[in-house]
């Protein structure tokens, strides 16, 4: 089955300053991948995610890259601020549409400092 | 719309006992998922309902744990005998269409079997 591996687990930058985290699939016909948010105490909650037939997709200051070839993508989060502050979940999914199954990375804890 | 809920949201119980943990989805979604995450770990699949029927129950871990969607509404997971490995973050996520991009998560039930 599909194996997601994410790194870092914790990450602290400087507010302003850009984050990226990164994450690692074995399977190749993985087709879909999401990045999920959780804030403390709260659900986790997709904001970004990218189609295998894209390599790169951006909205606003969040932008998520994508490397067939590699098996790998990353979430860029650019001009941090406090709010950013949460765990960040990766995920892969494949399959086809109606048997798509999201297997997650372990989690990346983002601390952004004022 | 009210989002997908969950109860109890806390849960403290004792090796060998039981607990029933409930999830009541976005009103008309069909599609039902249940995930876990282990402190420190991915966030893993258990299982997904389409209605009242088991699509994929592949990520169950074993026979202790017990998952039921009479009627096709609000679904319950039950884990009996608990372990200590049992204890995470339990959560629950729905969608209208099977497809992972639709699924909003609820707010989790996080048990601790001590």
Partial sequence: GENVEQHPSTLSVQEGDSAVIKCTYSDSASNYFPWYKQELGKRPQLIIDIRSNVGEKKDQRIAVTLNKTAKHFSLHITETQPEDSAVYFCAAALGFFGNEKLTFGTGTRLTIIP | ?114
């Fill in chain 2, 1 to 114: 719309e009210a989002g997908v809920t969950q109860f109890p949201s806390h849960s403290v119980i004792e090796k060998g006992q039981t607990v029933t943990l409930r999830c009541d989805p976005i009103s008309g979604h069909d599609n039902l998922y249940w995930y876990r995450r282990v402190m420190g770990k991915e966030i893993k699949f258990l299982l997904h309902f389409v209605k009242e029927s088991k699509q994929d129950e592949s990520g169950m871990p074993n026979n202790r744990f017990l998952a039921e969607r009479t009627g096709g509404t609000y679904s319950t997971l039950k884990v009996q005998p608990a372990e200590l490995e049992d204890s995470g973050v339990y959560f629950c996520a729905s969608s209208q269409d099977p497809s992972p991009e639709t699924q909003y998560f609820g707010p989790g039930t996080r048990l601790l079997v001590l």
